[in-house]
C-alpha cells in the first residue's frame, strides 16, 4: 500500500512537471522493478544464503533474516535516490528540447550533460552502502547489500531505459492530452 501510495503520487508529480504521460509511467515502472530486483538480491543472499560469506555472516545456518522494515526503508531510500537521478536526466533532455533540438539530439545532449554527474552520485552511495557489509551487525549488512545493489540498477536504468525509451518514443514521449 505505502509503496503503491508513493508511486501513485510521484506519478501525478511528475506529469506536472514535464507534461507527460509516458515519463511518470516509465519513472514508476523503472522504481517498481529497480526495487523488486533488490529485494530479490537481498532475500537470495540472506534467506536462500547464496554468497552469504562473502559478506561476513559466518552462522551455523545458512541463512539469516530479514527484518521487517527493511524492504520499505530500501525501497523509501531507493526512491528518492532514483527520482533524482531521474529528474535529473529528464529536466536536461526537457531543457534541450525546448530549446529547439530535436528529440533524439535533445536526449543525446541530455544523457551527454547529465551522466557523469549520475554516475558519479551513483558510485559514491555504492561506495557508502557498500561500507554496510563491514558492520557486525546482519541487519546493517542487508540494507548495505540491498541498497548498493538497488542504486546500481536504478542508475544503470536510469542511464539505458529511459533515453531508449525517450529516443524510440520520440515526440510522443512528451504527449499530454
Known sequence: LVIGT?????????LVAFRSLLIPL???????VTAIAAFGIVTACF???WG?????IDTNLDTVPIASYVPLMMFAVL???SMDYQ???LSSVDHH???GAGEKESVRLGLKSSARVIAAAALIMISVFSSFVLNGDPVVKQFGVGLASAVFLAASM?????????TLMGRWAWWMP
Request: proline share 2%.
Open 79 to 81: 526512491f528518492g535516490l
Open 158 to 166: 536510469v542511464l539505458v531505459f529511459a533515453p531508449a525509451l525517450l
Open 97 to 99: 528540447r525546448m530549446h
Open 87 to 89: 529528474v535529473f536526466l
Open 52 to 56: 552469504i560469506g562473502l559478506v561476513g
Open 26 to 32: 516509465q519513472a514508476a515502472i523503472t522504481n517498481l
Open 47 to 49: 534467506q536462500w544464503g
Open 6 to 14: 508513493i508511486l501513485i503520487l510521484s506519478m501525478l508529480v511528475l
